[in-house]
């Protein structure tokens, strides 16, 4: 788990640096350090199941407005028959970008979720 982390850590540090240049920084930056912290934290074996749980939370409300929104997830399915979204950096459509931050929750939600039952199960007496 030590390097799971670590590995995590060091990569939602980097996806928070690369949002300086995204139209919405001040959501993303804190959304990706909070990963970073969340991992960091438990590379250092500290868990904490209830932050855990409040970021899943907020992550997959969050998740949820991507997907349903005008020019959501969804929108990009149906719409623009599920069109590439890695073809270049520059998100040039709004369906683009929100796809790419709904699919970047899924992986912070993922990561955090590993961690939740970890921190779960190591907590209980065997």
Known sequence: MKIFNIFFSILFLI???LQ???????????IYLYGTICCW?????KFYPRAYLF?????AAYALYLFFTNDGVLDW????????????????????EDTREF????????VILINFFYAKKKKRPE
């Open 41 to 45: 934290l438990a590379a250092k074996n």
């Open 103 to 110: 699919f970047g929750l899924l992986m912070l939600i993922a």
């Open 77 to 96: 399915i149906q719409k623009h028959h599920g069109e590439n979204i890695a073809t270049s950096m520059k998100a040039e459509t709004p369906w683009i």
């Open 15 to 17: 996806f928070a640096g």
């Open 55 to 59: 970021g899943i939370l907020f992550l």
């Open 20 to 30: 300086y240049n995204d139209p919405d920084p001040y959501i993303w930056i804190p």
